[in-house]
Nanobody, 126 residues
Framework: VQLQASGGGLVQAGDSLSLSCAASGPSFSRYAMGWFRQAPGKEREFVAAISRSGSSTYYGDSVKGRFTISKDIAKKAVFLRMNSLQPEDTAVYYC????????????????????WGQGTQVTVSS
């Protein structure tokens, strides 16, 4: 599968933004998906993940309650809705995928994914 992230931009603190990640290739329904972000000078950080079926989600502590991940298998896409954005959310956001068995636990680690999109910049001004 190949991934293409989009939807980033410049917003003000308190605003909302939605990111999309379009997948191409077969068997998208077999993939668990994740969103990560990387700010300048920092390591790539887990943001959110969704299971292969879409029935389970997991969030990083810093975004819990503000961000929502969802998946549309028919459209071969995963989304990240970001509310109440803060300057510390500024980063390049990456979507990632890993083909897994149906019962696999959600991974929150970079090494848990083997396919990455190109990233989309999100900048939040104060």
């Amino acid at each position: 599968v190949q991934l293409q992230a989009s939807g980033g931009g410049l917003v003000q603190a308190g605003d909302s933004l939605s990111l999309s990640c379009a997948a191409s290739g077969p068997s998208f329904s077999r993939y668990a998906m994740g969103w990560f972000r990387q700010a300048p000078g920092k390591e790539r950080e887990f943001v959110a993940a969704i299971s292969r079926s879409g029935s389970s989600t997991y969030y990083g502590d810093s975004v819990k309650g503000r961000f929502t991940i969802s998946k549309d298998i028919a459209k071969k896409a995963v989304f990240l809705r970001m509310n109440s954005l803060q300057p510390e959310d500024t980063a390049v956001y990456y979507c990632a995928a890993k083909q897994v068995i149906l019962t696999a636990p959600i991974s929150t680690e970079v090494r848990g994914y083997d396919t990455w999109g190109q990233g989309t910049q999100v900048t939040v001004s104060s």
